[in-house]
């Protein structure tokens, strides 16, 4: 009786082994979410704007705020530790790459012909 107690425990222990780093990677954007005071540029330029990201229903969610108002984003992803979206400015949309390093977001973005470092800090 003994060793299938101890058998049912191994397995029972294994069975947590393998599914807690699962729910770690569905988790592991949570350092993420808030509001992002964001710089994009390019050519010497640059462009201000905030990142929004929330969890709505297990899942991550954005938007981006600029003096033009707020806008949802499209093809919102995060994986590897990196988190990648497509961001609609004037009728464009933008492939934007982040990654959170120490207590910034920092990456790159590209479109229309363009591309540029993108930077924020979390407040």
């Given at each position: 009786?003994?060793?299938?107690?101890?058998?049912?425990?191994?397995l029972a222990l294994c069975l947590m082994a393998c599914i807690a780093p699962l729910a770690?990677?569905?988790?592991?954007?949570?350092?993420?979410?808030?509001?992002?005071?964001?710089?994009?540029?390019?050519?010497?330029?640059?462009?201000?704007?905030?990142?929004?990201?929330?969890?709505?229903?297990?899942?991550?969610?954005?938007?981006?705020?600029?003096?033009?108002?707020?806008?949802?984003?499209?093809?919102?992803?995060?994986?590897?530790?990196?988190?990648?979206?497509?961001?609609?400015?004037?009728?464009?949309?933008?492939?934007?790459?982040?990654?959170?390093?120490?207590?910034?977001?920092?990456?790159?973005?590209?479109?229309?012909?363009?591309?540029?470092?993108?930077?924020?800090?979390?407040?």
């Amino acid at each position: 009786m003994t060793e299938i107690m101890n058998r049912r425990s191994l397995l029972a222990l294994c069975l947590m082994a393998c599914i807690a780093p699962l729910a770690g990677l569905a988790q592991d954007y949570k350092p993420l979410l808030g509001k992002w005071s964001m710089t994009s540029e390019a050519n010497g330029d640059s462009l201000n704007w905030t990142l929004i990201l929330k969890e709505a229903d297990g899942k991550l969610s954005a938007s981006l705020a600029s003096e033009q108002g707020e806008m949802p984003v499209k093809e919102v992803s995060y994986s590897g530790g990196i988190l990648k979206f497509k961001a609609p400015y004037e009728d464009n949309d933008y492939d934007v790459e982040l990654k959170l390093v120490a207590d910034k977001l920092e990456g790159t973005w590209s479109g229309n012909g363009d591309s540029g470092k993108t930077t924020g800090t979390k407040g």
